[in-house]
């Protein structure tokens, strides 16, 4: 099941937006899967307290909040449900160059909902059906399923590769990165220089031929590569915002 919530301090805005999201569900979006709308929160505080307990799928999320702002509540949320897709929603253009940080599925505007919601929203719902996708590695223990969305990166080392996962485990897999790099033909995943593959939904910033990657590891893009990284991750965070 896809659980969506809205968090705005604006009771009226939170409550339209929920029922334009049920509206949107409504239609053609439900139609493959199971989905569930919660109330309006109005406080990140009430929010972090709900998702304790409770996971969220798709999260969109008021920047400027009092007591606790969006982005506070963000770097928590991604600290404990990194598969929660937060979508700021915001009045302030500005806001965007710091949402970055917080690697955001989306940022939209309100005074451009009726245009950037349903594109967020479908999008937000594909992407939570194609992150339970999962694809079989030959590990050195046995065959093993992993999920798309698990895996951060893959590094390889001698006759081996590693698949490294947003749990924190790391499986050792027989043959070569090339075999690695068949079974994940997908735009999100980038062969950065021969030792490594990234998942670009779970790299937090780019910097001068260096990639950070959540957990702080930082990888190291080669020279050939550089270029077309650069281009290819530009277009993964462009369909974002």
């Excluded at 009430?46 to 798709?58: A, K, N, W, Y």
């Excluded at 007591?67 to 937060?86: M, V, W, Y």
């Excluded at 955001?104 to 309100?110: A, D, H, T, V, Y």
């Amino acid at each position: 099941m896809i659980t969506i919530a809205v968090c705005d301090d604006n009771i009226t805005f939170g409550k339209d937006m929920e029922q334009r999201i049920r509206a949107l569900c409504a239609g053609t979006i439900s139609d493959n899967c199971e989905i569930k709308i919660l109330k309006a929160f109005d406080s990140c505080l009430d929010l972090l307290s709900f998702m304790d307990e409770h996971p969220v799928s798709i999260l969109f999320l008021d920047v400027d909040m009092p007591e606790l702002s969006g982005f506070e509540a963000a770097e928590q949320i991604c600290r404990n449900q990194p598969d929660t897709k937060i979508i700021f929603v915001s009045s302030y253009d500005d806001f965007v160059y710091t949402s970055f940080e917080y690697n955001p599925f989306r940022f939209i505007r309100k005074s451009r909902l009726d245009i950037e919601l349903p594109d967020a929203l479908i999008k937000a719902v594909k992407k939570c059906t194609s992150d339970k996708e999962a694809v079989v590695f030959d590990t050195v223990t046995g065959k093993q399923a992993i999920m798309f969305s698990e895996i951060v990166y893959l590094s390889s080392e001698r006759n081996y590769y590693y698949v490294n996962t947003l749990s924190g485990a790391k499986y050792k897999c027989r043959g070569s990165l090339n075999d690695a790099e068949k079974k994940l033909s997908r735009p999100d995943f980038f062969r950065i220089q021969q030792s490594f593959i990234v998942n670009m939904n779970h790299v937090v910033s780019v910097k001068r031929g260096k990639v950070e990657i959540k957990g702080r590891e930082i990888l190291t893009v080669s020279r050939r590569k550089k270029e077309s990284f650069n281009s290819a991750y530009l277009e993964f965070s462009r369909k974002r915002f």
